[in-house]
């Protein structure tokens, strides 16, 4: 089954402990993308990825790291988390990026719920 | 940069009646406007898209329109079902795979 996987679904650490948030897509798309979901402010992009080694910060990339060693991964990376990175996260994949992105609409993980105490 | 907003944050409407939900844009570069569907506990999933050279398309009980002048768009769901109720989210985006996202109007589809 096609899909973007993400991992864990939920997570509660403290506050300075590093922690990474895997995404895999099965369908070898070049495209992925992390955002976190804030009630009020809708979906926001942090980093993004065109294919592999090539990564771009999106609007909210503050505290954060993202890595693409393998087109099929994009983990996300908070290296001193804060409370304020509590949050609803999702990657999203597409098959291509720039002009061909009506053709290619975003597929969504199923989101990890972050708690950062 | 971009700046899409939406309305209504909520909306209730009984079972077979329409909802609509509008959102504008600011950045007249905005070439791509997708909807998506988004059900408690999973992520969104596109139900719709139109681009910046159409103005309107239509899916079954699901259309969009389009209005480059005024840089707006809306979602058109006619004969509502109990299975529409979910968050709905607007989006532009560019050429540049940068997708900004409306901040969501909760549907609810009373039977």
């Known amino acids: 089954e096609a899909q973007v996987t993400q991992n864990p679904r939920y997570l509660i650490t403290v506050t300075g402990k590093k922690l990474t948030v895997t995404c895999s897509q099965n369908m070898n798309h070049e495209y992925m993308s992390w955002y976190r979901q804030d009630p009020g402010l809708g979906l926001r992009q942090i980093y993004y990825s065109m294919n592999v080694e090539v990564t771009d910060k999106g609007d909210v990339p503050e505290g954060y790291k993202v890595s693409r060693k393998e087109k099929r991964n994009f983990p996300l990376i908070l290296e001193s988390p804060s409370p304020n990175q509590t949050s609803l996260y999702f990657c999203a994949s597409s098959p291509q990026w720039g002009r061909a992105l009506y053709n290619s609409p975003l597929h969504f993980g199923n989101g990890t719920r972050l708690t950062v105490t | 940069g971009e700046n899409v907003e939406q309305h209504p944050s909520t909306l209730s409407v009984q079972e077979g009646d329409s909802a609509v939900i509008k959102c504008t844009y600011s950045d007249s570069a905005s070439n791509y406007f997708p909807w998506y569907k988004q059900e408690l506990g999973k992520g969104p999933q596109l139900i719709i898209d139109?681009?910046?050279?159409?103005g309107e398309k239509k899916d079954q009980r699901i259309a969009v329109t389009l209005n480059k002048t005024a840089k707006h768009f809306s979602l058109h769901i006619t004969e509502t079902q109990p299975e529409d109720s979910a968050v709905y989210f607007c989006?532009?985006?560019?050429?540049?795979?940068?997708?900004?996202f409306g901040s969501g109007t909760k549907l609810n589809v009373k039977p």
């Open positions: 139109i681009r910046s050279n159409v």
């Open positions: 989006a532009a985006a560019n050429n540049f795979n940068k997708f900004y």
